[in-house]
């Protein structure tokens, strides 16, 4: 007879969310007054997430994406990306670390003019004095649907596929994560739902999706959205419709 031992399969290691806040404090202070922009924000940011965050004016969203982003330093509490607490990082290693880890898409696409797309995509990489990898060039093209029109200059590109580009540069490093500053705000309702279904089908495809917008359109398109009010996240709904995302934010206006 023979014996069989039973061995426990090794459990695969639990990856660090993208971006985790742990106790997030921000506060402004001048001579005359202290402003609470963020007031301890605990919050995980699994990867492969797309997550909208909206609040009222002043609610502490920009303040919130800042600081995920290593933008700006909380007063008290830690940020990570993806298990690097970006607190421990010096100055210059904070900035080398950013370019690798994440990447922004603001309302205005910031293309030039005079280039074009392909061009577009490939400049921070140029600017950061880096060897241009064609080819992650053309595939991050691809991957917003563009590859067709990679020598197209902006003017000759419509507003969402200006915002196309836009992703698509900030796609060329292979960030942890995008951070989207309202990508939608500058477009109208049929182009804003072709960024958003974008945006959309990248978190599909494992990328971790940060967004603050106004509109509760694009919000229903995340995984969940998270309500600011005062600097603290008062509220948050999964897989929610429009519907239900305006009536909590018109709540949150009323408070
Ligand atoms: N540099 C600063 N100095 C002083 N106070 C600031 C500064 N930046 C932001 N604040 C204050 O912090 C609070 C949060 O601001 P924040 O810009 O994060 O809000 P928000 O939700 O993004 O607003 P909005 O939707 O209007 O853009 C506000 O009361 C704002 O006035």
Known sequence: MTTSTI??????????????????????????????????????????????????????KSTLLQLAAGLDTPTRGQVSISGTDLGRLGQNALTKFRRTAMAFVFQSYNLLDALSAFENVALPARLAGQRIDRRAVHDALDQVGLRDL???????????????????????????????????????????????DLLRSLADGGQTVVMVTHDPLAASYADETLFLADGQIVGRLRHADATAIAQRMSELEQR
Do not use: N
């Not at 419509?158 to 705000?185: C, H, K, M, N, W």
């Open 7 to 60: 061995t426990t399969p090794p459990r695969p290691p639990v990856a660090a969310p993208a971006v985790a806040l742990d106790d997030v404090t921000r506060t402004y202070k001048s001579r005359a007054e202290s402003v609470h922009a963020l007031r301890g924000v605990t919050h995980a940011f699994a990867t492969g997430t797309y997550t909208a965050i909206m609040g009222p004016s002043g609610s502490g």
């Open 150 to 196: 990679a020598r197209r200059r902006p003017t000759e590109l419509s507003g969402g596929q200006q915002q196309r580009v836009a992703i698509a540069r900030a796609l060329y490093g292979r960030p942890d994560v995008l951070f989207a500053d309202e990508p939608t705000g500058a477009l109208d309702r049929t182009t804003g739902r072709d960024v958003l």
